[in-house]
Every structure is written in structure tokens, then in C-alpha cells.
């Protein structure tokens, strides 16, 4: 029997020591013990460890967890309690279709159930492609018992032919060189293949490094974690800590819901800005605050979030990849100049059972080319602005990705700057956008604007990553390598299109750009955050009754569930319904015979 005393009563002794009922009792050990676990060990006391693995040979972003586990197992049976590896739901952003999106909220219920359902007193969540992170917090708030996170950790460096390549980003820029007539194709492979040299997720600071940065900036992992690549020792010794560590916070009784408070969140939105990390970070943390049961409201992500310096240079906002990062002191060191700065609220809790100052004592940055101080960023006022008008209530535009050129051609009109107006070129869909993008009777020019509809939670489903739209060729060919984006659906990370996405509600909810037409004027005002199509308003009323345009019928019941019960990006994307359950573990589910 353990010697440990727990703050609260373990819950899997509800399943291995049933009061009143042995023969429950025997029926939940009986079939554990057929593969040599036995009956002493899930009886002594110590607490179940579940490790909740989400590497796969589908997932090959996540499946370094496949040798982390063994790691992960040794540090929960060193500390003193019983680890118990499962799968959860598989999430691989590249090569799911119609869009990984779908995944995360389906991933996030069959991760409720299994924690709910078994006899597992805590747990250890793996995380690296983009929506592992957000879908493994958002069920472990549900559930509300102890839980930690273990990043799998990105790639080494990419590198071709002496350059810096970064995974996901090489794709937008080989694309633009591409229809520049810069490389072959043969070459555009090359460049992809050289991005991607190890195990891990994405090197740049798309969505997959941005969330388990996220999931260290709300203190759910501990300090180090996100940014250690994943063929480095120390990726294994952080599992070996983060088991040992899980052990502790069960008997602590240390859950997400003591963690996860309005002003964690808070901070994690300031890290995105100083990390110039994803735009996806909006709707994720939006979801995972709210299965927690705290509000993120749209004008947090301007009055806390906006402001904010760059801090790292990073691709797809900079120069360098994750390795650098990493050894300059990564989220540890950008939190530490927060800190030094007076942005960060130090006092709240995290998973080393320590608040989040303690945690960052002495993480000063050790490469000042890639951390910055404080006062002397790579971009000022980098975060998310937001958005609204007549054509959405909300969307929001990355700012630290805005180029030299982007800001010379749209935001430096003397008198009026950060105001352009532009010629829309709407889009229905990639595949209109693709079929479409080159047609000279469009006549594209640097003043237009490419707009894609169809492309958000119902229409597509999902929400797909397709606004980071680029130029018809002849413009790419001219020199002019982006113009102004506007969707109702998401984009990669990875990229470094300063579009204005994530637009709610979208065209199938009766969003603008459902009357938006090719050829209106759409003016766009950075200092008011506004974005307005320049039509009459009996024009749009009677666009209006003309109704959305079609989307694709549903291909499978997931997706077709998926429409039915998933709200828009300004609110996380989550099923609704959900949100209601809370804290679900505090009552044992009753027995199954």
C-alpha cells in the first residue's frame, strides 16, 4: 500500500476497491491482469497515470510519443504510481481532408469519455500537431482531474542549399517562386522535403509550435517544454520530469481547473504576440477558455494582446527556425522579458505547483538575436488586431507578419494611413479560387482584394486554411507578392500573409460575404478596426434575399453532426452543448454490471 496520503480520495479505487461490491471489484481487474499487470498494483493505492497518446504512424507529427511514452511510463513508476498508455482520436493537419478542423472537437469528446470512464486518477496529455494541444485541454477541463502536458516537440532545422527552409512556410514562399518561374517543380518538393528533416511538428512558428507554447504560457506544462526539438536528449528527459511530476499533482490534486483562470489566458495572448504565433491561437484559446469556463471576449485580444512587441524571430514573423529558439531560452526567456515589462501576471498557478514568477526566476534570454529585449522588438504593437463591419461581427488580422512592401503599397497613403480601399475578387471556395486565380477576364490588379467564402465551420466543413491566398502569376511575375486577403475560413500558421480571417458569421451562417460580389469596393480601416464593403444598403437587401450560396452536402455523419453542433471562429469553434459539462469527474460514473 502507498504511504502517501492523497488530498482527495483517488478515484480509480471507486473501480479497484468498489465499497460493498466485490464483484465489481473482480469484474474491473479480471482483464487488466490477462497481460501481467496484477492485482496487488491497481489495489495498493497508488494512483492511475493515464498517458494519453496521440502518436501514430498517421500522426507523424506526434509520433515521437510512440519512444516518449516508455520515458513518460519510467518517471510515473519512479514517483510511485501506475502508468496506462491509451490511444486518443489521431489529428494530422497536412493530409486530413477536407480539413484536420473537423478533428479537434471530435478528438476533444472521445477524450472526455475515456477519461471519465475509466479508472484514471490523472494524466499525461501529448501533444504537437496543431490541434492535439487544444483538444487534450479543453477534454481535461471537462473532466477536471490532474493533468499535465508533454510536448512532442518540433523538428530539427530545415535547411537547402545553405538556406533556412521551415517547415509549412516553405510551402507559401516556394509556391510565389514557383509562379515567379524561380524553381522547378521537382525543386518545390526538394525545398518541402528538406524542411522536414526529423521527427516533430512543424520548426516554424506556425500553430502546432504556437499551441504547445500556448499550453506552457497557461502553466500547463512545465517551464522548457514547448520548444525542446524532438531528437534532442532532453525531449526524453522532459517526459521522464513530466511523469515523475503527474504523480505528484494527483496526490496534490492539482487540476486544470485550479490552473486555467481568466488571467492565465490572459498571459498566454501576450506570448502569441511576442512569438508572433499563429492566427489559429484565437479561435483555440477561445475554446479552451471556454470549456473552462472563463470568457475571452474580442476586444481582449486588442485591449491585452495587441500591443505587445515582437519579441522573437521566428519564421514565419522572422529569420530563424525552432533549434535557435530553443537554445536561446525559448518560452521561458520570452515570458521572462514580459515579465521584466510588467505583462504578465505572475501569481497564478502552474502545473510544478509553483506560480508562474517562481517559475521564470533567472530565464533571462541567451541569444539577443532571436529574443529580444523588451524595448528593443522587431516589430512594435505585433498582435492580432480585430476587425468588424457590415461584411462580419468579428475577424482578426496578424500584424507582425505585415511586410515593408504590404505596408509601402496599402497602409502609407500620406494622411491616410493604415485606410486602403480595394476591388474584391470573390471566391467560392479553393477550388473556385485555384480554377480561377489566373483568369485575365478578372482583371487582377495590386488594388484588388481576394476574397474566399464557403470556407468557415458549416460551409466548408470545418474551417479550412485556405485565405492566404497568393497573386495570379502575372503579378507574382511583376514583383507584387501578396495583396490584401479576406475569408470567412482560417490559414496555415506557418504562413506570412497578413489576411483578415476567421470572419464571423460566415457566408453559409448569413455572413456579409455571402453578398459580397466581385467587383464591390471594400474599404479598410486599421486605426477604427473596421471593413466595410462600399454598397448601397438596398443593394445588399436585396443581395441579402437572393440567400448564402451553396456548400458542399455532408460525406460522413461526423461531418454532418459537425455542421449541426459547432458555433463560429469568434467563439472557438466548440459544439455549444458541451460547454455545460464541467468538473464531470467529481462524480463516479455508476457501475456497468
Not at 502545473?351 to 526566476?361: A, F
Request: net charge negative; hydrophobic share 35%.
Amino acid at each position: 500500500m502507498s504511504d502517501r496520503t492523497p488530498v482527495r480520495r483517488f478515484r480509480s479505487r471507486d473501480w479497484f476497491d468498489a465499497p460493498h461490491r466485490s464483484d465489481m471489484t473482480a469484474l474491473y481487474l479480471e482483464r487488466f491482469m490477462n497481460y501481467g499487470i496484477t492485482a496487488d498494483e491497481l489495489r495498493c493505492g497508488k494512483p492511475i497515470i493515464g498517458i494519453a497518446q496521440s502518436g501514430s504512424d498517421i500522426a507523424p507529427c506526434n509520433r515521437v510519443h510512440l519512444r516518449l511514452a516508455d520515458r513518460i511510463k519510467a518517471g510515473i513508476r519512479d514517483a510511485g504510481g501506475i502508468p496506462m498508455e491509451f490511444p486518443v482520436h489521431p489529428i494530422f493537419e497536412n493530409c486530413r481532408r477536407p480539413t484536420a478542423a473537423l478533428d479537434r472537437n471530435l478528438a476533444y469528446m472521445g477524450l472526455v469519455e475515456l477519461l471519465y470512464g475509466y479508472p484514471i486518477d490523472a494524466v499525461v496529455l501529448t501533444t504537437g500537431c496543431d490541434k492535439t494541444t487544444p483538444s487534450q485541454i479543453m477534454a481535461a477541463s471537462t473532466v477536471d482531474i490532474p493533468a499535465i502536458v508533454q510536448s512532442g516537440g518540433p523538428m530539427l532545422d530545415g535547411w537547402h542549399e545553405g538556406e533556412l527552409v521551415g517547415s509549412g512556410t516553405v510551402i507559401w514562399r516556394s509556391r510565389r517562386k514557383l509562379a515567379a518561374g524561380e524553381i522547378t517543380e521537382e525543386e518545390f518538393l526538394q525545398r518541402a522535403a528538406d524542411s522536414a528533416p526529423s521527427d516533430g511538428h512543424c520548426n516554424t512558428m506556425g500553430t502546432a509550435s504556437t499551441m504547445n507554447s500556448v499550453a506552457e504560457a497557461l502553466g500547463m506544462s512545465i517551464p522548457g517544454n514547448a520548444m525542446v526539438p524532438a531528437p534532442y536528449r532532453e525531449r526524453g528527459q522532459m517526459a521522464y520530469e513530466t511523469g515523475r511530476r503527474i504523480v505528484d499533482m494527483a496526490y496534490e490534486d492539482l487540476r486544470p481547473s485550479k490552473i486555467l483562470t481568466r488571467e492565465s489566458f490572459i498571459n498566454a495572448i501576450k506570448v502569441v504576440s511576442a512569438l508572433g504565433g499563429s492566427s489559429n491561437a484565437q479561435p483555440h484559446i477561445v475554446a479552451m477558455a471556454r470549456h473552462a469556463g472563463v470568457e475571452i471576449r474580442p476586444e481582449d485580444w486588442m485591449d491585452h494582446g495587441y500591443d505587445v512587441p515582437l519579441l522573437v524571430n521566428m519564421q514565419p514573423a522572422g529569420k530563424y527556425l525552432s533549434e535557435r529558439f530553443h537554445r536561446a531560452g525559448g518560452v521561458p526567456a520570452v515570458m521572462w522579458e514580459l515579465m521584466q515589462a510588467n505583462q504578465l501576471t505572475t501569481d497564478v498557478l502552474t502545473v510544478t505547483g509553483k506560480t508562474l514568477g517562481e517559475n521564470l526566476q533567472g530565464r533571462e534570454a541567451s541569444d539577443r538575436e532571436v529574443i529580444r529585449r523588451y524595448d528593443q522588438p522587431l516589430m512594435e504593437r505585433a498582435g492580432f488586431l480585430v476587425l468588424k463591419g457590415n461584411l462580419f461581427d468579428f475577424a482578426i488580422m496578424k500584424t507582425s507578419v505585415i511586410s515593408p512592401d504590404f505596408r509601402q503599397r496599402y497602409l502609407s497613403e500620406p494622411g491616410n494611413e493604415g485606410v486602403f480601399e480595394a476591388r474584391a475578387i470573390v471566391f467560392d471556395g479553393s477550388d473556385d479560387y485555384h480554377h480561377r486565380i489566373n483568369d485575365p477576364s478578372l482583371n487582377i490588379d495590386e488594388r484588388c482584394i481576394l476574397v474566399i467564402r464557403g470556407s468557415g465551420p458549416i460551409g466548408w466543413p470545418g474551417s479550412a486554411e485556405v485565405v492566404n491566398m497568393q497573386p495570379p502569376d502575372h503579378l507574382i511575375q511583376k514583383g507584387i507578392m501578396s495583396l490584401p486577403t479576406l475569408g470567412d475560413g482560417r490559414q496555415s500558421g506557418t504562413s506570412d500573409s497578413p489576411s483578415i480571417l476567421n470572419a464571423s458569421p460566415e457566408s453559409a451562417a448569413g455572413g456579409g460575404l455571402a453578398w459580397l460580389r466581385t467587383g464591390d469596393m471594400v474599404r479598410i480601416d486599421l486605426n477604427k478596426g473596421e471593413c466595410n464593403a462600399l454598397v448601397d444598403e438596398a443593394e445588399i437587401a436585396r443581395r441579402k434575399a437572393e440567400g448564402a450560396p451553396a456548400f458542399p452536402e455532408s460525406h460522413s455523419p461526423w461531418e454532418e453532426l459537425y455542421r449541426e453542433k459547432t458555433g463560429q471562429l469568434r467563439d472557438g469553434g466548440v459544439m455549444d452543448f458541451a460547454l455545460k459539462y464541467k468538473q464531470i469527474a467529481a462524480k463516479t460514473p455508476r457501475h456497468n454490471h
